[in-house]
């Protein structure tokens, strides 16, 4: 199996770098809470030994709230996003995409694009998704 490659981290000087405690088998759900930027990440997995665990990272501003089950047989295929000019490198906005075309997005549009592609044969949902995570691990709480 293909182990996640930590790149990263972005986000506002407020926050801490973070990180999961068990190993991911499958994405279960994702959310975002943003306003103007990306307030917080949400995500519920299962790990390799069928736990279930919800994680939500950053604070509880922002008045959008967006969320996704992931059905059976979907996963994620495209993260994509912008974050503010310099020095502040915060999230502005993000956009999953799922394979049966479903879309989650949150925050507004900033100047610079981040997008993560990561080609991966197994568990493609979670990893991906991590791997994007652990790039934005620091927002502002």
Known sequence: MSKPVKIGPWGGDGGEPRDIEYTPLALVRVAIRSGDAINAIGFTYV?????LHEE???GSEGEKFEELLLQELEYVLEISGTYGSSPESYVTSLELVTNKGRTIRGGTAGSGVLSVVVNLVLFPS???????LLCVSVIDT
Do not use: A, P
Not at 47 to 51: I, L, R, V, W
Not at 126 to 132: D, Q, T
């Open 47 to 51: 790990d390799t030994s069928g736990n």
């Open 126 to 132: 979670f990893l991906r998704l991590y791997v994007f």
């Open 56 to 58: 939500e990272w950053g």
